[in-house]
């Protein structure tokens, strides 16, 4: 079975909460990326995320975008990408999905760059600009390799394309929060709960929220709503910060603790996951994603 799909049955089993985290991946270094990723599992956490550097980012904010241009600097390429999940794979079987744009998946070749990220490790792909009309042969592959395609949804997406785009997804959803890239914010979207309720109303695969949430007490916030939290701009922002020392890891993974106990702590007996009422919802976004100018999460 599927790591990702294993992790969240155990999960609901446990009456718990999923955290998911985004790393840039190279960001400083690739052998940090590793490093990182296997004290995050000891950390807690339940999914990661690594970004594959790309020279245009649009889906991103300035921080993470950043994260990417350190990446490709420390010569990080897709090919290395899955050499370190390979050798994550060595230390920890904590889910991965690489977080990616197209253009990159493109250049090797569909197919190929399926069966050799299955056979780094690696457990899903979230193709930030392939939307679902686009997607048949993708999602045949992704089926036969036993990987997930996660879709994102945001707030701008119609009633119709969100009763799409859950029945063609896999592993679980992705909840784009708010409009725009991503970032830091101040506090969390007040429609998530809506927002949620309406798409649990089409699928039954576990519903993880990003985009925004920086802190445990937001995290907090978010999962009463979710399955799963996602965070990544404030933990890029730690790594940024970071980078040089060479305490990078133990500090960012405490960060990332208090986010996990934070997520943990939530009891699903306490949080109200039924479907909400509609909303009329007419704008929609390219890949999901309506990219304007907008502050990092």
């Known amino acids: ?7 969240f049955a155990a999960l609901k089993s446990k009456g718990q909460k999923g955290l998911v985290v985004y790393i840039g991946a190279g960001d400083p270094h690739l052998d940090a990326t590793r490093q990182l990723t296997v004290a995050f599992d000891q950390a807690g956490v339940d999914v990661v995320e690594l970004g594959v550097p790309f020279s245009d980012p649009l889906a991103d904010g300035l921080v993470n ?5 350190r990446g490709l600097e420390s010569g990080t390429t897709p090919p290395k990408v899955l050499a370190t999940v390979a050798a994550i794979r060595k230390e920890s079987q904590v889910p991965v999905v690489l977080y990616i744009y197209f253009n990159l998946i493109y250049k090797v070749g569909m197919k190929q760059f399926i069966a ?40 701008t997406t119609p009633d119709d394309r969100i009763e799409l785009i859950a029945k063609r997804a896999s592993g679980f959803i992705y909840y784009v929060s708010r409009e725009g890239v991503t970032g830091m914010q101040q506090k969390v979207s007040d429609t998530i709960g809506m927002m949620t309720g309406k798409i649990r109303s089409h699928t039954t ?58 997520v943990k702590d939530v009891n699903p007996m306490n949080t109200d996951l039924t479907t909400a009422p509609t909303m009329p919802i007419q704008l929609r976004a390219i890949g999901e994603i309506r990219v304007h100018s907008a502050p990092d999460r």
Do not use: H, W
């Open 205 to 262: 695969l576990p519903i993880a929220v990003g985009f925004g949430v920086s802190n445990p007490e937001q995290a907090k916030t978010v999962a009463a709503n979710s399955e799963a939290v996602v965070v990544g701009s404030a933990i890029v922002n730690q790594i940024a910060a970071n980078g040089k020392s060479p305490d990078l890891v133990p500090k960012v993974a405490a960060f990332v603790k208090t986010l996990a106990n934070a």
């Open 116 to 155: 050799d990220a299955a056979k780094a490790g690696v457990d899903g792909l979230l193709v930030l600009d392939l939307p679902p009309e686009e997607s048949e042969n993708y999602e045949a592959l992704m089926r036969d390799a036993g990987l997930c395609n996660i879709y994102l949804i945001a707030p």
């Open 1 to 7: 079975m599927n790591r990702i799909v294993e992790q």
């Open 65 to 69: 975008q950043l994260a990417a241009q």
